[in-house]
């Protein structure tokens, strides 16, 4: 049985955290790397440090400066698309297909601003519109709910009460409001995407991806919340041999402030 091990972290600027990417694979080894907020156009994102350490398949749909998301790859990607969300030009979703058949979505939806109102906010507004129109595609692909699917990223959204810090204190803070995790929801079920994470950790047990820059001591604090995400669909249901949310990499050198998820799946 061949295994693949898929990583996906939202890196927060690659050419500014090449030295930790570099690290990561040295450690850890995926075979497919899948990064958000690049932050970079397609022209000068950095490929050759990859491709000499054989990641030489990419799929990239970057932008200067703002969001961007990638697919690096030891092994062949083929049929690669994007899709303009909410047709806004902004570079949020990279898809290829994998070995085994498989279809790899790499998302980075909107963080949404701060304040909750989508009334007074046009970031929320577009937030939650960015999840509503994925739910919709998810609702058109319905008929290919055994297909063997893939979709990673930095959702935004921490869904459950054990997803963040404190479900109280958070209710009305964007990335945990009721608006944002019913429409989460929705399209995760749109497609009955299997939640990785939340198969393997129990749902009362908290476990989180992201911990603010603004905690002095962010690993005595530990205020997080799992905004990072990798959902299965159907067709791999049982694929997962491990899963690990790798915490001790916020403390690494210029850190982001996501952590990588690796999980490793049999593919056949």
Same mark, same amino acid.
């Given at each position: &049985?061949?295994?693949?091990?898929?990583?996906? #972290?939202?890196?927060?600027?690659?050419?500014?955290? &090449?030295?930790?990417?570099?690290?990561? %694979?040295?450690?850890?080894?995926?075979?497919?790397?899948?990064?958000?907020?690049?932050?970079?156009?397609?022209?000068?994102?950095?490929?050759?440090?990859?491709?000499?350490?054989?990641?030489?398949?990419?799929? =990239?749909?970057?932008?200067?400066?703002?969001? +961007?998301?990638? =697919?690096?790859?030891?092994?062949?990607?083929?049929?690669?698309?994007?899709?303009?969300?909410?047709?806004?030009?902004?570079?949020?979703?990279?898809?290829? &297909?994998?070995? +085994?058949?498989?279809?790899?979505?790499?998302?980075?939806?909107?963080?949404?601003?701060?304040?909750?109102?989508?009334?007074? *906010?046009?970031?929320?507004?577009?937030?939650?519109?960015?999840?509503?129109?994925?739910?919709?595609?998810?609702?058109?692909?319905? @008929?290919?709910?055994?297909?063997?699917? %893939?979709?990673?990223?930095?959702? *935004? %959204?921490?869904?459950?009460?054990?997803?963040?810090?404190?479900?109280?204190?958070?209710?009305?803070?964007?990335?945990?409001?009721?608006?944002?995790?019913?429409?989460?929801?929705?399209?995760?079920?749109?497609?009955?995407? !299997?939640?990785?994470?939340?198969? =393997?950790?129990?749902?009362?047990?908290?476990?989180?991806? #992201? #911990?603010?820059?603004?905690?002095?001591?962010?690993?005595?604090?530990?205020?997080?919340?799992?905004?990072?995400?990798? #959902?299965? @669909?159907? @067709?791999?249901?049982?694929?997962?041999?491990?899963?690990? =949310?790798?915490?001790?990499?916020?403390?690494?050198?210029?850190?982001?402030?996501?952590?990588? !998820?690796?999980?490793?799946?049999? !593919?056949?």
């Amino acid at each position: &049985m061949k295994t693949l091990r898929l990583a996906t #972290w939202n890196i927060n600027s690659v050419r500014l955290r &090449m030295p930790i990417v570099e690290r990561l %694979i040295a450690e850890q080894k995926p075979d497919i790397l899948c990064l958000q907020e690049t932050k970079v156009e397609n022209a000068s994102f950095p490929k050759k440090p990859l491709e000499a350490l054989g990641y030489v398949h990419h799929a =990239i749909h970057g932008q200067r400066g703002y969001h +961007g998301v990638a =697919i690096l790859s030891r092994v062949p990607l083929e049929k690669i698309t994007s899709r303009d969300f909410c047709e806004k030009g902004d570079a949020r979703h990279v898809c290829a &297909m994998i070995p +085994g058949g498989i279809e790899l979505h790499n998302l980075y939806v909107p963080a949404g601003g701060d304040i909750p109102d989508p009334t007074v *906010n046009p970031k929320f507004a577009h937030k939650l519109a960015f999840v509503e129109e994925l739910e919709a595609a998810f609702v058109k692909r319905r @008929g290919k709910k055994t297909a063997r699917a %893939i979709a990673v990223g930095d959702l *935004n %959204i921490a869904p459950g009460e054990n997803d963040v810090w404190s479900h109280k204190q958070l209710l009305d803070v964007v990335s945990h409001t009721p608006a944002e995790t019913s429409r989460f929801e929705a399209a995760r079920a749109a497609f009955d995407w !299997i939640d990785v994470t939340r198969e =393997i950790v129990p749902a009362d047990e908290k476990i989180f991806s #992201w #911990w603010s820059y603004r905690n002095q001591d962010w690993r005595k604090s530990d205020r997080g919340r799992r905004l990072d995400h990798v #959902w299965i @669909g159907q @067709g791999l249901k049982g694929a997962v041999r491990s899963h690990a =949310i790798l915490k001790d990499v916020r403390d690494w050198e210029k850190p982001s402030d996501h952590v990588p !998820i690796v999980v490793d799946l049999a !593919i056949g």
